[in-house]
Every structure is written in C-alpha cells, then in structure tokens.
C-alpha cells in the first residue's frame, strides 16, 4: 500500500521589526572637565564602607573598594575637601574588578574600580569641588 504524506507549507509571516536599543548608560558617559589623579589615594566613605579616591573630577570620581556596588544605584559619598568634609549623592556608572589583595593565609580579596556620577550638585558644592581640583592641578601642589 503506498501511502502518500501530503505536505502544506505556509510561508512564514515576517518576523516583527525591532528597534536596536540605545547603548547602555555606562558607555554613554562624557567626561566634563579636567580629572585629577589622587597621588596615594584619599580616604572616604561610600555609604557606610570605607574606600579611597583615586582620581576626581567636575563630573565625579573614581574609587577603589572591597564590597561591591551596584551599577546605577545612588550613593551616599563622603571626603574631604580643601580640609572640610563634603558630602555629596553619586551614582555608580561603572565598576569593574581591578585586582586581588591577599588577607588572611591563602585568602584574596577582590578590589573593585567604580566610576561614580555625581548627582544633584548644588552650585556652593559644584564650586568646592572645581577649586579643589584647580588647586590639585597647580603645579607643585599635588598631593
């Protein structure tokens, strides 16, 4: 007995066009102003944890940290500027795992790099901040 399968084929509907999504906030950041490396580094705190400043800027600052961070969330950044505390919100842009600091035996640490935005500056804050880096950038001046 031949029996014989017939076949139908429906042309396949064209698949829906999608737009591309913009690129992600993290690689859209443009720096504004001069950034100024923080020779040895500063003390300061990120919410409740300790870290160091590494480099700052008009637009913000970059930090080295042991517990992690979460990308576009609002921070509660506290340092010292030109000898007075400062205290001002920033947001985490980008954060990255730079290297490993040994602890206790064989135990290692992971040691984050996280660029922070800053948010909401008031123009007395804004001001501070452009004085110190214009006086860290004097020549001879650096700490």
């Known amino acids: 007995?031949?029996?014989s399968c017939l076949v139908f084929t429906l042309p396949m509907p064209d698949p829906p066009v999608t737009e591309v999504p913009p690129p992600r906030q993290e690689y859209n950041i443009q720096r504004r102003g001069a950034r100024v490396r923080i020779r040895g580094g500063a003390s300061a705190k990120l919410q409740f944890w300790d870290v160091t400043l590494l480099d700052i800027s008009r637009s913000g600052v970059l930090l080295?940290?042991?517990d992690r961070v979460r990308v576009g969330e609002l921070y509660l950044?506290?340092?010292q500027v030109e000898g007075r505390p400062l205290t001002v919100m920033a947001r985490a842009v980008r954060s990255f795992v730079s290297h490993f600091i040994p602890v206790a035996g064989d135990e290692r640490?992971?040691?984050y790099h996280t660029g922070m935005?800053?948010?909401a500056l008031t123009d007395e804050t804004a001001e501070r901040i452009s004085a110190y880096?214009?006086?860290l950038r004097?020549?001879?001046l650096a700490p």
Request: without cysteine.
């Open 1 to 3: 007995m031949n029996e």
């Open 64 to 66: 080295a940290h042991t």
């Open 77 to 79: 950044l506290a340092l």
């Open 109 to 111: 640490r992971i040691v």
């Open 117 to 119: 935005e800053f948010s």
């Open 133 to 135: 880096i214009h006086r």
């Open 138 to 140: 004097a020549p001879g």
